[in-house]
């Protein structure tokens, strides 16, 4: 009977167990999110609490607005007085053109005057020698004369400081509006950006999922990045499963995967596919790793992670947690995918690892850049 039950044994592991690989080392695994505030302030309210599931873009916890509103108010009224500055820069231009001008007339009259007063030195110069004009008369003439071309010179040099002057506010203004200036758009980046610290006084769950690992308290003082909160994305959850290196040589990506958990037993069924294998043994992550070069050293299998997607479906009627101890049985027998060792890329779960909720509308801050630019520029801003 014995060996008719060996070969009866090694007919079914030929025909059938051959084709499959179990282990009992699995585990649940799921994305950690951390909730962490984009700004430092004053816990004002936690709105949930460890166990309870929260929505995507869930208020979780809101922090105190004042300096917030301050910062943004200090923004607004600098941006008023930077656009009040630069309306002055472009006043500035009529009013140096007008100086230039006025400078220029002023240098013809003085050039008129030294013309004049050379004719006359001139006229006076060949009566000298007959006594016609005295030396006194013509030391007089000379006087004038000399005076003039320092006016000439004076006026010349206020001529050329006006249009330096000129030149240079005009490089201020030239090819921009007010609403373009650089100062401006400065000023009022300032305002978009004391606009959105405001509104991340309010901290939205990044995903949906169940909150764990709260550690925030109401009125505690938080610094930005500071860890508030965990989220765990039940739906997302994958398994781990920790096979021998000796088990790997005909596991494929893609391979059809079946488990079962602990917590349900084995009547209740996951079902999933390989889609993964870890770049290490945990041996090589360990805190301390295995130093195998001592002479006390002893062969050791080593077990290597492999990635099960789950399907959906059986999540919904039986959730799983993160920890939860699994039985994972692959099916080998197909052997046309790559081999589990092979690295590839798993669009899925590129999609999964991503939200939206932090994507703060600009349009109310824009608005409020527009009003202030408006009111403070004496025309209206598209």
Excluded: C
């Excluded at 009224?77 to 002055?88: G, K, M």
């Excluded at 004391?194 to 909150?211: D, F, H, K, M």
């Amino acid at each position: 009977m014995s060996v008719l039950a060996a070969v009866g044994y090694g007919a079914y592991w030929a025909v059938y167990l051959r084709h499959f690989e179990s282990t009992d080392n699995a585990y649940v695994q799921a994305p950690v999110v951390q909730v962490t505030p984009q700004i430092g302030g004053t816990v004002l309210a936690v709105l949930t609490d460890d166990t309870e599931v929260v929505k995507a873009g869930q208020t979780l916890v809101k922090l105190d607005p004042s300096d917030a509103k301050l910062a943004l108010e200090r923004a607004q009224a600098q941006l008023a007085q930077t656009v009040r500055e630069v309306r002055t820069v472009y006043a500035n231009n009529a009013s140096l053109d007008g100086n230039i001008q006025l400078r220029d007339a002023e240098l013809s009259r003085m050039q008129a005057e030294l013309l004049r007063a050379s004719d006359d030195v001139t006229r006076r110069l060949p009566l000298v020698a007959t006594g016609a004009v005295g030396d006194e008369e013509m030391k007089h003439a000379q006087t004038t004369q000399a005076a003039a071309k320092s006016a000439v010179a004076a006026a010349q040099s206020a001529l050329l400081v006006a249009r330096q002057q000129a030149a240079s506010n005009q490089v201020l203004t030239s090819g921009t509006s007010i609403e373009k200036h650089p100062n401006v758009e400065r000023a009022g980046a300032a305002v978009r950006e004391a606009y959105l610290a405001l509104q991340r006084t309010e901290l939205p769950a990044p995903v949906s999922g169940q909150v764990a690992r709260r550690t925030v308290q109401v009125g505690q003082r938080v610094a930005a990045g500071a860890p508030l909160m965990s989220i765990i994305p039940l739906e997302q959850v994958w398994v781990e499963a920790n096979f021998k290196e000796v088990q790997l040589r005909q596991m494929r990506i893609g391979q059809p995967v079946k488990l079962s958990a602990d917590i349900y037993g084995e009547k209740v069924e996951y079902t999933g596919r390989v889609v993964g294998l870890g770049a290490g043994t945990g041996a090589a992550f360990a805190l301390l790793p295995a130093q195998n070069a001592t002479g006390n050293w002893i062969k050791v299998v080593q077990r290597v992670p492999v990635r099960v997607e789950l399907d959906a479906k059986p999540l919904v009627q039986h959730p799983l947690r993160v920890g939860l101890s699994m039985v994972a049985t692959v099916d080998i027998a197909d052997p046309a995918g790559q081999p589990v060792a092979v690295a590839t890329v798993n669009p899925r779960s590129h999609a999964a690892n991503a939200t939206s909720v932090f994507e703060v509308s600009t349009e109310a801050a824009d608005k409020l850049v527009r009003d202030i630019i408006r009111s403070n520029s004496g025309k209206v801003v598209g």
